[in-house]
C-alpha cells in the first residue's frame, strides 16, 4: 500500500533515505547542514510502499522579486522541489521514475503557488509546475575579434552599464596565459580563499 509523509527536518528523516540518496547532497549530512546556513522553510516528503521507502524530496520556499532590476517590486513566492544549493543535482530521488512522479503528483496536491522543479530527470513530469535546470551548459559563439568590438555591439543602454561595471575595474590588470603556467603558487593563492571560505 502506498502513503506518503512529510518530516520538516532532516534530523527526523530515516536511515533508509541516505541509502536511497544518489549523491552527497541530497544526503541527511548536507541537508542539515543547508538548514543552518541556507534555511528556506525546507520540508522533506518521502513516499513508502509497505514502509519502504520508494522516493523522498526536498521542498523549500523561495521569495523571487520579479521585477529585480526595477524600481518596483513585486514579491511572489514560489515552492521549489530541488535542494537549497547552487548544485546541478535533483531534489528528487527515486528507486524508479514512477515512485518519483508518484512523489511529484503528491507534492502538488500538498503545496500552494507556483511550484518549480529544478534539476529533475528530464523525462519527469511536473505540470502545471515548471521544470527547469539550475547551472545550465551555455555555448557563447563568440564572433568578435576584440572586446571593444563586442562592447560597440551592445544596445545603448546595455553598453553604458558594462562602461560603469569596467571602470570600477580600472586599476586591475589581466594577464591571460596557458593553463600549463599555472603554478603552485597560484594554487597557493585559490587554497588561502578557499580556506576563507564558509
Known amino acids: 500500500m502506498n502513503s506518503f509523509q512529510k518530516c520538516q527536518t532532516a534530523v527526523l528523516l530515516p536511515p533508509e533515505w541516505d541509502d536511497l540518496a544518489q549523491c552527497v547532497f541530497q544526503r541527511k549530512d548536507f541537508l542539515r547542514h543547508a538548514e543552518q546556513y541556507n534555511p528556506c522553510a525546507q520540508r522533506y516528503y518521502m513516499h513508502f510502499e509497505n514502509d519502504e521507502l520508494l522516493a523522498g524530496a526536498c521542498v523549500y520556499t523561495l ?30 530521488f527515486g528507486k524508479s521514475k514512477c515512485d518519483s512522479e ?20 528530464t523525462d519527469l513530469e511536473v505540470s502545471p509546475g515548471i521544470a527547469m535546470t539550475m547551472l545550465p551548459t551555455i555555448m557563447f559563439d563568440n564572433g568578435f575579434e576584440h572586446w571593444d ?10 553598453r553604458r552599464r558594462a562602461k560603469i561595471i569596467l571602470a570600477a575595474f580600472e586599476n586591475v590588470v589581466s594577464k591571460s596565459t596557458s593553463c600549463a603556467q599555472f603554478t603552485p603558487e597560484h594554487y597557493s593563492l585559490y587554497m588561502q580563499i578557499m580556506q576563507r571560505t564558509p
Open 63 to 92: 521569495h523571487v522579486d520579479l521585477f529585480t532590476f526595477s524600481r518596483k517590486k513585486m514579491r511572489m513566492r514560489m515552492q521549489v522541489i530541488g535542494l537549497p544549493a547552487s548544485v546541478s543535482a535533483s531534489g528528487i
Open 102 to 121: 508518484m512523489l511529484i503528483r503528491h507534492i502538488m496536491k500538498m503545496e500552494r503557488g507556483v511550484i518549480l522543479g529544478l534539476n529533475l530527470l
Open 149 to 158: 568590438e563586442y562592447l560597440a555591439a551592445f544596445r545603448s543602454p546595455y
